[in-house]
């Protein structure tokens, strides 16, 4: 206390974030009065009023630059080994209980769906400023295909306007080529109006990325 300095660490788990916060901010709190009573009756003794100045500094000692990868990339391994784990086994299983289909096509046709995929991912991207920002979009567009894609709700139960614009989803096109493969057991030449459609969205979206980014650069 000669120089008026002391140094106080405060370690805190918080795997539990509510409780770690709470208690932290309690602790730094007791912390405080405290040398704020002994900072004054210092100055009582000299006869003088004193002030206290506290500098808290926060270290975070797992992820100490706080880098979103660092938290984000061990999650999407949790639902990469879930799809793998969960959604492959499904559909061999329906592989081997209805007509089945080619292999070779599933992986044909689910390259281009990844090269769309990716390409949409990149145009949204180019056109956003922050990581929420691209987030919150694609979050959006996932959402609108998934609910105008066959999945819970039948395109030919749709209106008459829903069901063209369907045609403009991608997600459609690839479900209907999964479905006719694992249950009937479809062969790429009866697939040939789907492979065009597909192709023609992977070259757009993938064509848009790269003139996106070559504005944006």
């Given at each position: 206390?000669?120089?008026?300095?002391?140094?106080?660490?405060?370690?805190?788990?918080?795997?539990?974030?509510?409780?770690?916060?709470?208690?932290?901010?309690?602790?730094?709190?007791?912390?405080?009065?405290?040398?704020?009573?002994?900072?004054?009756?210092?100055?009582?003794?000299?006869?003088?009023?004193?002030?206290?100045?506290?500098?808290?500094?926060?270290?975070?000692?797992?992820?100490?630059?706080?880098?979103?990868?660092?938290?984000?990339?061990?999650?999407?391994?949790?639902?990469?080994?879930?799809?793998?784990?969960?959604?492959?086994?499904?559909?061999?299983?329906?592989?081997?209980?209805?007509?089945?289909?080619?292999?070779?096509?599933?992986?044909?046709?689910?390259?281009?769906?990844?090269?769309?995929?990716?390409?949409?991912?990149?145009?949204?991207?180019?056109?956003?400023?922050?990581m929420q920002q691209a987030q919150f979009v694609i979050a959006f567009f996932i959402v609108i295909l998934i609910l105008m894609s066959g999945l819970f709700f039948p395109v030919n139960s749709m209106p008459h306007g829903a069901q063209v614009a369907t045609?403009?989803?991608?997600?459609?096109?690839?479900?209907?080529?999964?479905?006719?493969?694992?249950?009937?057991?479809?062969?790429?030449?009866?697939?040939?109006?789907?492979?065009?459609?597909?192709?023609?969205?992977?070259?757009?979206?993938?064509?848009?990325?790269?003139?996106?980014?070559?504005?944006?650069?």
């Amino acid at each position: 206390m000669k120089t008026g300095v002391a140094r106080v660490m405060i370690s805190v788990n918080s795997v539990n974030g509510a409780k770690g916060g709470s208690g932290s901010q309690y602790l730094t709190t007791i912390v405080r009065d405290y040398a704020q009573d002994l900072l004054t009756e210092s100055g009582m003794i000299a006869g003088k009023a004193t002030v206290m100045q506290a500098n808290i500094v926060q270290y975070n000692r797992f992820n100490p630059h706080l880098d979103y990868k660092v938290f984000i990339v061990p999650a999407l391994m949790v639902m990469l080994l879930t799809m793998l784990c969960g959604f492959l086994p499904a559909c061999r299983a329906c592989l081997w209980t209805y007509a089945g289909g080619s292999l070779l096509t599933i992986y044909l046709y689910a390259t281009i769906y990844v090269l769309i995929v990716s390409g949409l991912g990149l145009v949204i991207s180019n056109y956003s400023n922050t990581m929420q920002q691209a987030q919150f979009v694609i979050a959006f567009f996932i959402v609108i295909l998934i609910l105008m894609s066959g999945l819970f709700f039948p395109v030919n139960s749709m209106p008459h306007g829903a069901q063209v614009a369907t045609l403009f989803n991608p997600l459609r096109h690839f479900m209907e080529v999964m479905r006719a493969v694992y249950l009937k057991g479809s062969s790429m030449s009866e697939l040939m109006p789907q492979f065009f459609a597909l192709c023609g969205f992977a070259a757009v979206f993938d064509g848009w990325a790269v003139i996106s980014y070559k504005k944006s650069n």
